[in-house]
């Protein structure tokens, strides 16, 4: 068995070829060509947390794995991940356990790289400035990931402490060579984007319709049970797409209160979802219909999208020698 720490991962996996991958994956997911069930936790009540299970087989990728997944909301600021997991690989002919991967740099990375394939198919073609909303990993794999579908000159980035705020503002600078500034509220950094990325574990919605510009693409990864990050409005007149109909519109803990609150409070209908991801890839579903039009990508993450990482990872581990091989 193949075993790959976090920075191997992080070498190895290449965004931009995972954003090809993801929306071939998305295809399959689409099309029924994929098996992923709804994922499973276990409750750890006392800590506000759980262990998720999300398996997947991707016939395209040639990749059989699940990933375990811990969601522990009050590592934050602990110097330890809020997400941390590892994926396990098996042999998609024999079912023999084949490699052991870190599932947190797959997590954070594969979750920015799907906003972005979301922007590439939704955000306008001329989209500029960047409002990034949280201060996060998902925070800097998305200001990293959206530079490389749209001509971004500008990124503005808010959180609930300006002084992260500030801190990955100056970190982004040295990495991106365009314009990042820490600005004071979500709203002030919302003002005149083009897109918008919700990384926050927010009770309270960070995406308010009115703070939002004409043809600004919305992407919200953050989860929180109780709350979420787009309020009413923007989820009635946006144009809204997901990864899986299935999966968002599930009860917790797979699907997106988000969407599912505004349903329950009569808001919108099931029926509001525009298109999955893949819809969109394969084009039997249209994308953005104007250029005033708001669109909005909700993401709760799915098996597949870890799975075209997988393949990824270990197609270039194999390559370059990299990582260790044990015996069970």
Not at 217 to 223: I, K, R
Not at 224 to 233: F, I, M, T
Request: charged residues 15%; aromatic residues 2%.
């Amino acid at each position: 068995m193949l075993v790959l720490t976090h920075a191997q991962v992080e070498t190895l996996l290449d965004v931009d070829a995972l954003i090809d991958a993801l929306a071939a994956a998305m295809a399959d997911l689409s099309a029924g060509r994929a098996s992923v069930p709804d994922r499973v936790a276990a409750l750890v009540p006392e800590q506000e947390g759980f262990l998720a299970a999300m398996p997947g087989f991707v016939p395209s990728s040639g990749v059989l794995m699940t990933k375990l997944v811990s969601l522990f909301p009050r590592n934050a600021g602990t110097g330890l991940p809020t997400h941390q997991a590892i994926i396990a690989a098996f042999d998609p002919h024999t079912g023999a356990p084949v490699a052991l991967l870190d599932g947190t740099a797959i997590t954070a990375i594969r979750t920015g790289a799907c906003s972005a394939l979301s922007a590439r198919l939704l955000a306008r073609e001329d989209a500029s400035v960047l409002a990034i909303l949280g201060t996060g990993v998902q925070a800097r794999s998305h200001a990293q990931a959206m530079c490389r579908v749209r001509p971004i000159r500008q990124i503005r980035i808010a959180g609930r402490d300006p002084a992260k705020a500030a801190l990955l503002a100056a970190e982004l600078s040295a990495a991106l060579d365009i314009d990042i500034e820490a600005v004071p509220s979500y709203r002030d950094a919302l003002n005149g984007a083009d897109i918008a990325c919700a990384t926050t574990h927010a009770a309270d919605p960070v995406i308010r319709r009115p703070w939002l510009t004409a043809g600004v693409h919305v992407t919200s990864v953050g989860y929180n049970r109780a709350g979420r990050e787009l309020d009413d409005a923007t989820v009635a007149e946006a144009l809204i797409c997901v990864e899986s109909r299935q999966a968002a519109l599930a009860p917790f803990p797979t699907g997106s209160n988000d969407l599912l609150i505004p349903i329950r409070d009569g808001v919108i209908t099931a029926d509001h979802v525009h298109a999955e991801l893949g819809e969109l890839v394969a084009g039997t579903k249209p994308g953005r219909s104007t250029p005033a039009q708001i669109t909005v990508y909700k993401s709760v993450g799915v098996a597949v999208q870890d799975a075209a990482a997988v393949a990824l990872v270990l197609a270039a581990a194999h390559q370059q020698d990299i990582g260790e091989q044990i015996t069970l």
